[in-house]
């Protein structure tokens, strides 16, 4: 897949998730209108990990999203883009901006799932759900911790993984799973080790309104 359009954010794009876009740059503007004079309009997300989104001279990742095009609305001066993550890819080359940035890429391996798998789903859905529903105590749930998820076992497994009260780095190393079964048991193993730590900022919450937070 060569001269992509892409897109690197400070966020991680997980694959059928969906993605929320303000967009103002002109060069990203371009970006949009080109990709709408197209049948099916796609660009791959990257997470910068160090630098701005805005204005170039980020340092960006090297793994990365595809992201399909299914909303655009205009503003007074910019765009409201809404896209769904797809298949995850690897950036093999950066070209130069045209304006925006582009990149040759390839497709990674799709996760597969196994039916052994299903009780470490089940418990990798408890874990998610109950650390988003402590993480919206504290006003910083990404999700209702009640969000449907898939029926399809692939696609709500990446689901979880987006609703689960995360960090972004925590997030790319998700978004790196080579098995279904690593990614379910890494989300498991990160939202335990976060749960600690959203306790104590709970009962600190609770105590400094007098009892009251939860």
Request: charged share 25%; with cysteine; glycine share 8%.
């Amino acid at each position: 897949m060569g001269a992509v359009p892409m897109f690197p954010l400070g966020s991680v794009l997980l694959p059928y998730t969906p993605l929320v876009l303000r967009v103002f740059e002109p060069r990203y503007l371009t970006m949009l209108g080109r990709l709408l004079d197209v049948e099916n309009p796609e660009f791959g997300v990257v997470l910068i990990e160090r630098g701005l989104e805005a204005g170039g001279g980020d340092q960006r990742s090297s793994v990365g999203t595809m992201a399909r095009i299914v909303q655009v609305e205009a503003g007074a001066a910019d765009l409201y883009v809404v896209a769904v993550g797809g298949e995850r890819i690897t950036v093999d080359r950066w070209g130069d901006d045209d304006p925006h940035p582009v990149a040759d890429v390839s497709r990674m391996a799709p996760l597969v799932w196994d039916e052994a798998l299903a009780p470490l789903h089940r418990e990798a859905e408890r874990v998610v759900r109950r650390l988003a529903t402590l993480a919206s105590v504290l006003d910083e749930a990404r999700w209702d911790p009640a969000t449907d998820i898939s029926d399809d076992p692939v696609e709500s497994s990446w689901q979880l993984a987006a609703i689960a009260p995360l960090g972004e780095y925590d997030r790319f190393r998700l978004l790196n799973a080579t098995s279904l079964g690593g990614l379910l048991r890494d989300i498991v193993d990160l939202c335990l080790e976060e749960e600690p730590v959203l306790v104590a900022r709970a009962a600190d919450a609770r105590d400094a309104d007098g009892g009251d937070r939860l």
